[in-house]
């Protein structure tokens, strides 16, 4: 006959605790992801929205700042939106939204605080490549021209 250490047996978790664990645990990781997100696009929020309005169906995203946070990078201006032509053919249509977003920013934001300006333009193709486009632009020449 033998006896059964009750000290040596591990206590065993019900599957409903892990589960409901699991749950929490996923709720408060996606809330800190949103957080973190609205924490640092918060300040574009503004200029986020004009730029939806001017150009509906473009879902711009705008963010701004050091790349990587590294002193060298210099402070860039970042957008981009979605164009429903190949934004390499149409150059002088792309050289009028650039000018366009950067007024718009202008009204929204401090531009003087950035050094330089992306403006990524993309077509998404349904299952073919996205076509992309990235112009960079100087935030004080483009200042002192307008």
Known sequence: ???????????????????????????????????????NTFQFADTQNALAREFPDSRPRVEGGRLKGKQINPTTFRTTLAVPFNPNDDDVRIQKMADRILEIASENLNLNEYEQAELHFYQAVPEQKIILREIKRDIKTWLAQH
Do not use: N
């Not at 006959?1 to 978790?13: C, G, N, R, V, Y």
């Open 1 to 39: 006959m033998t006896i059964a250490d009750t000290e040596s047996q591990t206590k065993l978790i019900r599957g409903r605790t892990i589960v409901l664990g699991l749950l929490i645990f996923g709720l408060l990781m996606s809330g800190s992801l949103y957080l973190f997100q609205a924490v």
